[in-house]
């Protein structure tokens, strides 16, 4: 199973960007996926996720800002960011809880990582 993020780069604070992330390979499950975020000298941190109920989480700084989506046909989760802030500069992971055939556990998988810089 890989992972291919597209979207990043840089913007102005107060503008948009909306990340995409695929998965590919052998998937029977798509269990739960989503973003994740870590700047330098920081922990990884959750951005938004959609959970196996498809009820969406979003980490507390990014609430009311950025919404996710999905679409299960092609097995891609879209993050949509707005009004960013500097505060928001990080490199973005993209997320997934795989089962890879009927019966198997579920797998966490990542992806490489695209960098936000978010200018003031």
């Known amino acids: 199973v890989h992972l291919v993020e597209s979207g990043g780069g840089l913007v102005q604070a107060g503008g948009s960007l909306r990340l995409s992330c695929a998965a590919s390979?052998?998937?029977?499950?798509?269990?739960?996926m989503g973003w994740y975020r870590q700047a330098p000298g920081k922990q990884r941190e959750l951005v938004a996720i959609i959970n196996d109920d498809r009820r969406r989480e979003f980490g507390d700084s990014v609430k009311g800002r950025f919404t996710i989506s999905g679409d299960y046909t092609k097995n891609t989760v879209y993050l949509q960011m707005n009004s960013l802030k500097p505060e928001d500069t990080a490199v973005y992971y993209c997320?997934?809880?795989?089962?890879?055939?009927?019966?198997?556990?579920?797998?966490?998988?990542w992806g490489q990582g695209t960098q936000v810089t978010v200018s003031s």
């Open positions: 390979g052998t998937i029977f499950e798509l269990s739960a």
């Open positions: 997320y997934a809880r795989i089962m890879t055939t009927w019966g198997s556990s579920l797998t966490e998988y």
